[in-house]
């Protein structure tokens, strides 16, 4: 066995905000003997268990699986959605990417959309709305059909489940300097208007899921690719082309 | 937006190409600028025709900056907290991050540039010069901070083409997977003439090429 890896020390600035009348504010926060194989949530985790140790309030945030596919966790890292880290959620980012005696700013996705609830737990109830908004796809019930009764191109297939790998963790939202869901519901909208399956509601569906966006409070696309860069998902921008022919078609 | 910003776009490209006529001296640089006034004719009567491009453009300015003030207000309203860390832009492309401030600086640009080789008002050769004058002696190497605040209002104009191109494809839905790659290329070639056609004139003009 190989000698432990010294253990990290760690200045954080977390905000804190107790509910969502609180103003909120940063605190900071002293975390010593950080493992460089802990995720970003584990070493929350150490810092909560101290917290409630002390009878302070721990820092709230979301998360669920930890193994990436879920989209519950999300915090902005020092300025970025899900840390510096390509293509990786916050429960995947681990702390050997950061410097001993780092200092990391932790924030909760900001949007007007996605009202704080605690500390870094934000309500994305605003993205079931779009989901919602997108209505129903008509597909005969009943006994699974054969599997090549319907032929769907190798291309096709691949770009629409690359589309719902979407997690909706909010992530696109969080760096678009717009505040834009633009990423979230053009991938929503591909997975669909890719498969046959999704072609009689198609126009409508992304009609409708555009005005809800719109609804809820989001900004507009401006094409600055800052959503994509941050995906842990890696969903293209080539979606928000399709969402927006789509959404052209269905306004004629 | 996209489609303010392509007509724009194609009156940049016609306005580059009459401006490089100073290379071929005063008269068919004159000539030029009494056609643009008797294009159309007899048709059309005198400056109607460029009346016509001068109402159209002017509507599409106000659009153009319409659309950017919308959703720059949108923008603001999405996000009311602001993010306690600077936020690095993740995505490359610098040019993206100018198109506000820019367009601002380009707007004022253009005031500026009709008031001194359209209307002469801050131009020495002013109102009764001919353009070309008007060019030759505006850019006059006295006046090198013209061409210098020039010179940045264009590289700005650059800048705002280098995104605006191919965001246009993206915003009405023409860009697809694989023709990202060329529409950022051919946005940058277009940009990149289009700021050397521009400029090469007031800085031939400064160094005395044109003269």
């Known amino acids: ?53 002390e009878g302070d309030d721990p820092i709230a945030f979301d998360h669920d699986c930890r193994e990436g596919i879920c989209g519950m966790c999300g915090m902005v890292i020092n300025g970025v959605a899900h840390g510096e880290q390509v293509a990786t959620t916050t429960c995947q980012l681990h702390m050997r990417h950061f410097e001993d005696n780092a200092v990391i700013t932790i924030e909760p996705w900001r949007a007007a959309p996605f009202p704080v609830v605690k500390d870094l737990v934000v309500d994305r109830s605003a993205f079931d709305r779009i989901i919602q908004a997108g209505g129903f796809i008509s597909v005969p019930a009943g006994s699974a059909p054969d599997a090549h009764s319907v032929p769907v191109k190798k291309v096709d297939a691949d770009a629409a489940f690359d589309a719902a790998t979407c997690i909706g963790c909010g992530a696109c939202v969080a760096a678009c300097p717009n505040g834009s869901a633009s990423l979230f519901t053009a991938a929503k909208i591909t997975h669909l208007s890719l498969l046959p399956q999704g072609q009689p509601e198609r126009a409508s569906r992304a009609k409708a899921m555009v005005e809800q966006m719109d609804a809820e409070g989001f900004g507009g696309c401006t094409n600055t690719g800052e959503c994509t860069a941050v995906c842990p998902k890696g969903i293209p921008l080539d979606t928000i082309a399709r969402m927006n022919r789509d959404y052209l078609k269905a306004s004629k | 937006m996209a489609v303010t910003g392509a007509v724009l776009v194609l009156f940049l490209v016609g306005h580059m190409v009459g401006n490089l006529k100073a290379f071929l001296g005063a008269d068919s640089f004159n000539e030029y600028a009494s056609f643009l006034r008797t294009m159309g004719e007899p048709l059309l009567t005198y400056r109607v025709a460029l009346t016509l491009v001068e109402v159209v453009l002017g509507v599409c300015i106000v659009l153009h900056m319409w659309s950017a003030i919308s959703l720059a207000r949108r923008a603001g309203k999405a996000r009311p907290v602001k993010y306690a860390a600077r936020r690095k832009s993740q995505a490359n492309g610098y040019a993206v991050h100018t198109m506000r401030y820019g367009g601002v600086i380009i707007l004022l640009f253009v005031i500026y540039h009709l008031l001194d080789l359209t209307f002469g008002t801050v131009n020495p050769a002013g109102w009764d010069g001919t353009p070309y004058e008007r060019l030759v002696e505006g850019f006059a190497p006295g006046r090198w ?48 003439v289009l700021v050397l056609g521009f400029l090469v004139v007031p800085v031939a003009v400064m160094i005395g090429v044109i003269k």
Request: glycine letters at 6%; a positive charge.
């Open chain 1, 1 to 53: 066995m190989s000698e432990r890896a010294k253990g990290m020390n760690l200045t954080l600035k977390v905000w804190r905000q107790n509910g969502p009348e609180d103003k909120g504010r940063m605190v900071t926060y002293r975390v010593e003997d950080v493992s460089p194989d802990m995720s970003f949530l584990e070493m929350l985790d150490v810092l909560n268990e101290r917290l409630i140790l």
């Open chain 2, 145 to 192: 901070w013209v061409t210098l605040f020039y010179v940045v209002a264009v590289v700005m104009v650059g800048l705002h083409l280098r995104h605006g191109l191919w965001s246009a494809f993206q915003t009405l839905g023409l860009a697809s997977g694989r023709s990202y790659r060329p529409l950022k290329l051919t946005a940058a070639a277009i940009s990149a």
